[in-house]
Every structure is written in structure tokens, then in C-alpha cells.
């Protein structure tokens, strides 16, 4: 009887070693990848298309690395990354301004229509300063940002005849950047996205995110947007279609409301531990 007892006593103790490592690691990898979003210099105030205030995330991003950098499973940084003859560039439309609008026309292949083509597609493009050429000083990241040798860099607009704002497709819908492969790889299930600008790569990747299943998180401080109107309006429509508008005082919050379901699931292990050592206690010295 004293062996039997013991021998369960000792297999109760190796299963509970297991299910504590394994929940522990749940908690602390989490799921959870940190976006950020073209923290680039053509985005800073003295960049090629610059935002206002654009540099004032940077601090609030390298907070919240700091914090929570154990809790991400991932941290991504995307770049804009243009051709110096980008279709979005005012300078490559004869007679239009920077931050006015143009129709581009595409078929059902993403092929942009110059000249006779089958139109399936029309798509209201604003046209940009030349910025974010790749291989350029202007398209680096910002210098101060706090960056690692482990996190990911997705590529985007790197299209010469189609823009894309989104860090997960191009405007069209038309092609996919390697960042839902990246946050698959992971079994990422929630992203945090900060980044520039918030009324529009950070919109639209939230958005994206969003229509893919993830749970998403905009750290609001911790982007800006390029006009008042549009990033009020782009704040809205991201309420409105169920993602999450934080501020980054929120972020010990959401980060025990991302880990919780790991933190439940480990403790939950204590009572069957002491219940396993009561009852082994009372079998072997009563």
C-alpha cells in the first residue's frame, strides 16, 4: 500500500511540474505581437512627408517595449519602402498637387491601367511628397526607436503602380505582404498597433487585422494621424468595427486581460496539488 501510494504521489507531482511549465509559458509568450507601424524618418517632422507630432510616439513606443517586452511573442516593424517613380507621388501626375486625389484604374490581374485596358477596378489615390524611397536615408527608422536583432521587418508599397497603406495588403486588395504568414508562424492571436500615421497605414492595418481573425489593439498615444478630420473619422469607423482604441496608461490592463486565460489556467493547478498531498498525507501516516 505505502509503495502504490508513493508511486501516485510521485506521478502526481512530475504531472503537476509539466502542467506549471506549460502554463507559465503560455503566460509569458501570450500570443501577442507588437506593431509598430512606419516609425520612419520621412514620417518625423523633419522628414519628406512629415507628421505632426510624428515623433512624439517614439517614447510611448519604447515604453511599452520596455514593460511588456517579455509578453510579446513577436514585435514587427513595417517600412514603407517606395519606388522614386511611385504612382503615389503627386510628382508623377502632371498638373496635380501633393494631397490631392486621382482615380487609378486596374483590371482584375492589379495591373494598373495606362493606357486601353479591361477597368475592373477604380481606386481614389492621394497623392503624396515624394517620400519613403527605398535605400534612402528618408525611408530608414527612426534612430531613436528601441529596435532588436529578433524583431521582424515587413516591407510595404514597394509596388511602383500601387500604393498600400496596409502592412498586411496593397490598397487593392491585390497582393499580401508576408505579415500574416509572420503572426501565423507565431500563433499570434492579438496584435498591439502603434505606429504612423493613425488615419491611415495604422487604420488600414487595423482594419486588415481585424478582417483576419486577430484581436486588435490601437495604442491611440501612441500614433498621430496626418489630419484632424480624417483620424477622427478613421477612429470612429475602427470603434464601430469592434477594435479596441487604448491609450497606453490602459496597457497593464490589456496586457493581464491578453494573459489572464494562461494566469487562470496555472493556478487552477494548485487545489488538485493540495489535494493530492492532503490525501497522499492522510493514505501514508493515518
Given at each position: 500500500?505505502?509503495?502504490?501510494?508513493?508511486?501516485?504521489?510521485?506521478?502526481?507531482?512530475?504531472?503537476?511540474?509539466?502542467?506549471?511549465?506549460?502554463?507559465?509559458?503560455?503566460?509569458?509568450?501570450?500570443?501577442?505581437?507588437?506593431?509598430?507601424?512606419?516609425?520612419?524618418?520621412?514620417?518625423?517632422?523633419?522628414?519628406?512627408?512629415?507628421?505632426?507630432?510624428?515623433?512624439?510616439?517614439?517614447?510611448?513606443?519604447?515604453?511599452?517595449?520596455?514593460?511588456?517586452?517579455?509578453?510579446?511573442?513577436?514585435?514587427?516593424?513595417?517600412?514603407?519602402?517606395?519606388?522614386?517613380?511611385?504612382?503615389?507621388?503627386?510628382?508623377?501626375?502632371?498638373?496635380?498637387?501633393?494631397?490631392?486625389?486621382?482615380?487609378?484604374?486596374?483590371?482584375?490581374?492589379?495591373?494598373?491601367?495606362?493606357?486601353?485596358?479591361?477597368?475592373?477596378?477604380?481606386?481614389?489615390?492621394?497623392?503624396?511628397?515624394?517620400?519613403?524611397?527605398?535605400?534612402?536615408?528618408?525611408?530608414?527608422?527612426?534612430?531613436?526607436?528601441?529596435?532588436?536583432?529578433?524583431?521582424?521587418?515587413?516591407?510595404?508599397?514597394?509596388?511602383?503602380?500601387?500604393?498600400?497603406?496596409?502592412?498586411?495588403?496593397?490598397?487593392?486588395?491585390?497582393s499580401q505582404t508576408e505579415l500574416d504568414v509572420k503572426l501565423k508562424e507565431k500563433d499570434i492571436k492579438?496584435?498591439?498597433?502603434?505606429?504612423?500615421?493613425?488615419?491611415?497605414?495604422?487604420?488600414?492595418?487595423?482594419?486588415?487585422?481585424?478582417?483576419?481573425?486577430?484581436?486588435?489593439?490601437?495604442?491611440?498615444?501612441?500614433?498621430?494621424?496626418?489630419?484632424?478630420?480624417?483620424?477622427?473619422?478613421?477612429?470612429?469607423?475602427?470603434?464601430?468595427?469592434?477594435?479596441?482604441?487604448?491609450?497606453?496608461?490602459?496597457?497593464?490592463?490589456?496586457?493581464?486581460?491578453?494573459?489572464?486565460?494562461?494566469?487562470?489556467?496555472?493556478y487552477s493547478v494548485y487545489p488538485w496539488y493540495i489535494s493530492v498531498i492532503g490525501i497522499t498525507h492522510?493514505?501514508?501516516?493515518?
Amino acid at each position: 500500500m505505502f509503495y502504490i501510494v508513493q508511486r501516485i504521489y510521485e506521478v502526481s507531482m512530475r504531472c503537476f511540474g509539466v502542467l506549471f511549465i506549460i502554463t507559465s509559458l503560455q503566460v509569458i509568450s501570450g500570443r501577442i505581437a507588437l506593431l509598430v507601424i512606419d516609425v520612419q524618418n520621412c514620417f518625423l517632422p523633419t522628414g519628406s512627408l512629415p507628421v505632426n507630432d510624428g515623433d512624439q510616439v517614439i517614447p510611448v513606443i519604447n515604453g511599452i517595449r520596455q514593460q511588456y517586452d517579455n509578453l510579446f511573442s513577436l514585435v514587427v516593424f513595417s517600412q514603407d519602402w517606395h519606388c522614386s517613380d511611385h504612382i503615389s507621388f503627386a510628382s508623377q501626375h502632371d498638373g496635380k498637387n501633393s494631397y490631392s486625389t486621382t482615380i487609378l484604374q486596374y483590371d482584375n490581374t492589379g495591373k494598373l491601367c495606362e493606357s486601353t485596358c479591361d477597368v475592373q477596378y477604380n481606386l481614389t489615390q492621394v497623392l503624396w511628397p515624394d517620400h519613403c524611397i527605398k535605400n534612402t536615408t528618408d525611408a530608414e527608422f527612426a534612430v531613436n526607436v528601441t529596435r532588436s536583432n529578433t524583431d521582424v521587418i515587413v516591407k510595404k508599397g514597394y509596388h511602383c503602380k500601387i500604393d498600400s497603406y496596409s502592412a498586411f495588403f496593397d490598397n487593392g486588395g491585390f497582393s499580401q505582404t508576408e505579415l500574416d504568414v509572420k503572426l501565423k508562424e507565431k500563433d499570434i492571436k492579438s496584435v498591439i498597433i502603434t505606429g504612423l500615421a493613425l488615419d491611415y497605414c495604422v487604420f488600414y492595418t487595423a482594419k486588415d487585422a481585424k478582417r483576419l481573425g486577430y484581436n486588435v489593439y490601437v495604442v491611440q498615444d501612441a500614433t498621430r494621424g496626418v489630419e484632424e478630420g480624417t483620424t477622427v473619422s478613421a477612429v470612429r469607423e475602427m470603434k464601430d468595427q469592434g477594435i479596441n482604441i487604448v491609450q497606453s496608461s490602459e496597457m497593464s490592463r490589456v496586457m493581464q486581460q491578453l494573459t489572464s486565460a494562461g494566469i487562470l489556467l496555472r493556478y487552477s493547478v494548485y487545489p488538485w496539488y493540495i489535494s493530492v498531498i492532503g490525501i497522499t498525507h492522510i493514505l501514508l501516516y493515518h
